[in-house]
């Protein structure tokens, strides 16, 4: 699985239909400072359903949306789709390609699609689930995380290191377990007790 290709079209700095390719491997966007490539970051962040306006570097969600410049006036709508290439199929979908699209109007109304269809934050989670994309993992250390990292508590970057190796997942998997035995521990006790008032 690997990041295929990025289009950005009325998101922030990005007001025309921008599409960005990726190879497999390392790559490394350059430029001079304010031209947005932490915009890009911003964007794939967003598109993986990011819900806080902070964590994107803005006040209000709606700051995502391209807001004018000295040459264009602002846009209603901002839209990014992230393609990612299932083809050894990583990620729990039939499909070897993967495209998820968020978009977002100034009304602050807001859809996600996948593959075209219209879809759930809730099902591009579960379909990202156990990939180390999506949310509360670190693939995406923002500029001041690493300081962040660095000074955090020891426990902090416990969970930081587990993330990494695949560990929180199964802490995840484990605890969602629990909890449905707790359920089911509590309905067998329930048909015990009618059970008996029947008898
Ligand atoms: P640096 O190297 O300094 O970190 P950068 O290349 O990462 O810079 P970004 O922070 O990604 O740059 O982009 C900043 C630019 O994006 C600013 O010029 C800002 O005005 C513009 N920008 C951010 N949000 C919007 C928006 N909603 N509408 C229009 N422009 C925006």
Redesign the pocket.
Known sequence: MYLRSLTLKG???F?DRTHMVFDPGLTVVV??????????S?AILWVLGEQSAKQL??QAME???????SARG?VSV?EVTLVLDNSDHRLPVDFDEVAVTRRMYRSGESEYLVNAAPARLRDIQDILHDSGLGKDTHSIIS?GKLDAILSSRPEERRSLIEEAAGISKHRRRKERSMRRLKAMEENVRRARDIDREIR
């Open positions: 998101f922030k700095s007001a430029g001079p400072n304010g031209s947005g490539k932490s915009n890009v911003d570097r803005g700051d995502v949306i391209f807001s004018g410049s602002p901002a500029q």
